[in-house]
């Protein structure tokens, strides 16, 4: 047996935060990130329809890029002190993957982060609160999944929390909201979109209800991802849509080592952190090409090719174009084609990839890639991306 689940609503278009003054409740604590929002008048706006809901609002502001276990920890110290019936994220995906977290510790704290690793070993929740998430980027689509990512910044390492109890209660997805998102940030969230339609559809978990979420996913960032990044604001419009269409696919088929490979590098190398995007569009077409040697996924590879009306009539040409593509999505967004462009520096690369590519394939997203990796060949497949040398295993 097999689950589908979604927010109970998904509210959209332009104007949809308005959304926010029917909610029911008596507090509301609004979890959100480093003053966008606030700069662009729609915190303002969000606490206002919050209290024309008749709500008392408390702020939890300041939750960093990639939020740390520090930051969720105190949030849920905030929530506990404040006792909200509904938990508000706004921004990006950190504030939203954090507001997952603070709940859980919220309603339940002597819970562990080591227990909420676990993938769905989350307690019941909605005990004390509800969540009702607001992107204001289009890429990680946190506001219709299941999932939370959470850095460990002692450790270096990401960790992918996974339980359906963390899917919002309400997603509100705006296309206002992002209308003022930089060029680079409209690239690398893009990426991520794109990889998780693409992982989603070859998962091993696929099905009838994710497929064609996956597909008009792909269709619609191939089509509109390009004029988005460009400044084209109703391209940016449809992104908002292809990104939330996206995330309902992988958020019940799961995703693959793509994003297992990003999680374990993000933080890793001393040279800088790599944007979550930034390495989901560097790993994918290296990964396409390691997965494609399982016939199965080759097959579910040619099929988004066909779909997209790529070129090629055998199965290796379609996922040679499949790839090419990919490749000129890259070159057009500005995005490195190897870790070595990045900059990451080829002795510390050497030095720390063996326990890196161990901790991939340890990854929980890994279990649902089409094609079984060792951390030998994990680390082979590291290399192909370090040097941009052909995948040829």
């Not at 359906?164 to 206002?176: E, G, L, R, S, Y």
């Not at 995005?335 to 901790?359: H, R, V």
């Amino acid at each position: 047996m097999s689950r589908f689940t979604l927010p109970r609503d998904i509210y959209h278009g332009k104007g949809s935060l308005s959304e926010l003054k029917n909610l029911k409740g008596k507090k509301a604590i609004l979890v959100v990130g480093g003053g966008s929002m606030k700069r662009q008048g729609f915190l303002d706006m969000a606490v206002n329809y919050l209290k024309e809901a008749g709500m008392e609002v408390r702020l939890f502001e300041g939750v960093e890029p990639d939020p740390s276990v520090e930051t969720v920890m105190k949030g849920a110290q905030a929530m506990r002190e404040f006792e909200p019936d509904w938990i508000v994220s706004m921004g990006g995906g950190s504030p939203i993957d954090a507001a997952k977290a603070m709940w859980a510790f919220y309603e339940y704290p002597d819970v562990t982060f080591e227990d909420l690793c676990i993938p769905f070993n989350f307690p019941q929740l909605r005990t004390k609160a509800k969540l009702a998430a607001i992107p204001s980027t289009s890429g990680t689509a946190t506001e219709v999944t299941a999932f939370s990512v959470i850095t460990d910044y002692a450790k270096g390492v990401k960790y992918p929390l996974a339980d359906f109890n963390i899917t919002p209660d309400i997603a509100i997805v705006d296309p206002d909201l992002v209308k003022g998102l930089p060029a680079k940030q409209v690239a690398y969230t893009g990426m991520d979109a794109l990889t998780h339609a693409i992982e989603a559809y070859v998962s091993t978990l696929h099905g009838p209800f994710t497929d064609p979420l996956a597909l008009q996913a792909i269709e619609m960032v191939l089509d509109y991802l390009p004029a988005s990044y460009h400044g084209n604001m109703d391209a940016r419009e449809q992104m908002h849509y292809a990104q939330c269409l996206a995330g309902m696919a992988f958020s019940n088929a799961l995703l693959g080592i793509v994003h297992s490979m990003a999680h374990k590098t993000g933080a890793a190398f001393s040279t800088g952190h790599i944007t979550h995007g930034c390495a989901n569009a560097m790993y994918l077409p290296y990964v396409i090409r390691y997965n494609a040697k399982d016939a199965t996924a080759a097959s579910r590879y040619a099929d988004i090719a066909r779909r997209m009306g790529l070129a090629g009539v055998s199965e290796a040409a379609l996922i040679n174009s499949l790839c090419a593509k990919i490749d000129e999505m890259n070159t057009e967004l500005a995005i490195p084609k190897t870790l070595q462009e990045f900059g990451i520096k080829e002795d510390e690369f050497k030095e720390k990839i063996a326990s890196i590519s161990e901790l991939a394939v340890g990854d929980a997203c890994t279990g649902s890639n089409p094609r079984a990796i060792t951390p030998a060949e994990m680390e082979r497949l590291f290399n192909c991306i370090y040097y941009g040398t052909e995948v040829d295993f």
